[in-house]
């Protein structure tokens, strides 16, 4: 199978929304971190990273350069970086992004999902959906179904 993805997971938003409000918490061991909550499942590991708050789960991976409207000076890292974009642009915070990049912004209070790759997909977001469930990876072979 060749190396191990750096993101998979998925989110279920019937669950969610049978579960009420947004309730996720992250484990981290070392650079690998762990999202996890009634109906979400996120893994990462690797050069990709993972930026979790108020119901808003953000997984990148790459180099993103954004725009001076959306950038935050102060995030340590990509996913906090588009978390920051998304809280002040929306879902547009993905239209002038540069350099190569995958996120997923998964917007659990919204019921929301926005993936957006740069423009050779140098950095894949492979997905499918079934029923009310979003599973991903920047693998095709590790999207779990």
Same mark, same amino acid.
């Given at each position: 199978?060749? =190396?191990?993805? +750096?993101?998979?997971?998925? &989110? ?13 918490? &992250?484990? @981290? ?5 762990? &999202? ?6 996120? *893994? ?14 953000? &997984? ?5 350069? +954004? ?14 970086? @588009? ?5 002040? =642009? ?13 996120? +997923? ?17 140098? *950095?894949? +977001? ?6 009310? =469930?979003?599973?991903?990876?920047? =693998? ?6």
């Amino acid at each position: 199978m060749g =190396r191990p993805p +750096l993101f998979s997971g998925f &989110v279920d938003f019937a669950a969610l929304r049978a579960a009420g409000a947004p309730n996720v918490r &992250v484990e @981290w061991s070392g650079a690998d971190a762990r &999202v996890s909550g009634p109906g979400v499942e996120v *893994r990462v590991t690797g050069d990709a990273n993972v930026a979790a708050e108020d119901g808003c789960i953000v &997984v990148a991976a790459g180099a993103p350069r +954004l725009d001076a409207g959306g950038d935050d000076p102060n995030a340590r890292d990509p996913a906090s970086h @588009w978390l920051g974009a998304y809280r002040k =642009r929306g879902a547009d915070c993905v239209r002038d992004a540069r350099g190569t990049f995958a996120v +997923l912004i998964l917007d659990l209070q919204a019921g929301a999902a926005i993936g957006a790759v740069d423009r050779f997909a140098i *950095r894949p +977001l492979c997905y499918a959906v079934e029923g009310s =469930r979003l599973a991903f990876s920047d =693998r095709a072979d590790a999207v779990p179904l």
